[in-house]
T-cell receptor, first 114, second 111 residues
C-alpha cells in the first residue's frame, strides 16, 4: 500500500520569499509522483509530475520539485512566491505504470502575505 | 473548451433525497474517476472506470452508484442522501497509465 505524508498542514510566508512544501511517500514499488494545486473554491490543477528521468522536475508558475529516492521525498519549491500562489497544495503518488489511482497527502495550505 | 466538466457545480439538497452529478470529458481518455474531498480537504478515490468497466470501488456505501454510459461520461448517483455526504466530488480522467486530470468539482451540501 502507498501513503503520502505532507509534513506541514500550513505554511505562511511573505511575498517574494522562497518556499518549500515537504512531501514524503512510502511505496513498495516504483512510483509516479505529482503535485496538484487547488485555489479557493476551484478544482485541482496539475503543477508538475515525476514519471522517470531527471529527478528535478519543473512545473507551471515557477514551481519545481526534486525526487529523492533514498529519502522517499518529493519536495516542492519556489524561489520567490506571489500573493496569487496562496492555495492548497497536494502531493500524490501512484504505482509506476498503473496510474489508475492516486493516493493523496492531506494537503498544505500555502498563505502568502504582503 | 473545458477538458473535464461536471454539473452541477453547487447542489444543496435535503436529507433523504436522491441526486446525480454528471461528468463528461473531451480528452479522448479511456479511464474516468470519482474522488471525494471531505471537509478537511482530504481527497480519496471512490470509483474508477476503464473503458466503461468498473475497476476500482473503494469502500463506498451502496447508496453511491456510478454509471458510465460511454467512455466520455461517468455519472454519480447518490440515494437517500445523508448529512455526512456533504463534500466536494471531483470527476477526473486519464489515459491508462498517464496523468489524471480533474474537473472543477461539485459542492454538495446536505441539509
Amino acid at each position: 500500500a502507498q501513503s503520502v505524508t505532507q509534513l506541514d498542514s500550513q505554511v505562511p510566508v511573505f511575498e517574494e520569499a522562497p518556499v518549500e512544501l515537504r512531501c514524503n511517500y512510502s511505496s513498495s514499488v516504483s512510483v509516479y509522483l505529482f503535485w496538484y494545486v487547488q485555489y479557493p473554491n476551484q478544482g485541482l490543477q496539475l503543477l508538475l509530475k515525476y514519471l522517470s528521468g531527471s529527478t528535478l522536475v519543473k512545473g507551471i508558475n515557477g514551481f519545481e520539485a526534486e525526487f529523492n529516492k533514498s529519502q522517499t521525498s518529493f519536495h516542492l519549491r519556489k524561489p520567490s512566491v506571489h500573493i496569487s500562489d496562496t492555495a492548497e497544495y497536494f502531493c500524490a503518488v501512484s504505482d509506476g505504470g498503473s496510474n489508475y489511482k492516486l493516493t493523496f497527502g492531506k494537503g498544505t495550505l500555502l498563505t502568502v502575505n504582503p | 473548451d473545458t477538458a473535464v466538466s461536471q454539473t452541477p457545480k453547487y447542489l444543496v439538497t435535503q436529507m433523504g433525497n436522491d441526486k446525480s452529478i454528471k461528468c463528461e470529458q473531451n480528452l479522448g481518455h479511456d479511464t474516468m474517476y470519482w474522488y471525494k474531498q471531505d471537509s478537511k480537504k482530504f481527497l480519496k478515490i471512490m470509483f474508477s472506470y476503464n473503458n466503461k468497466e468498473l475497476i476500482i470501488n473503494e469502500t463506498v456505501p451502496n447508496r453511491f452508484s456510478p454509471k458510465s454510459p460511454d467512455k466520455a461520461h461517468l455519472n454519480l448517483h447518490i440515494n437517500s442522501l445523508e448529512l455526512g455526504d456533504s463534500a466536494v466530488y471531483f470527476c477526473a480522467s486519464s489515459s491508462w497509465g498517464n496523468t489524471i486530470y480533474f474537473g472543477e468539482g461539485s459542492w454538495l451540501t446536505v441539509v
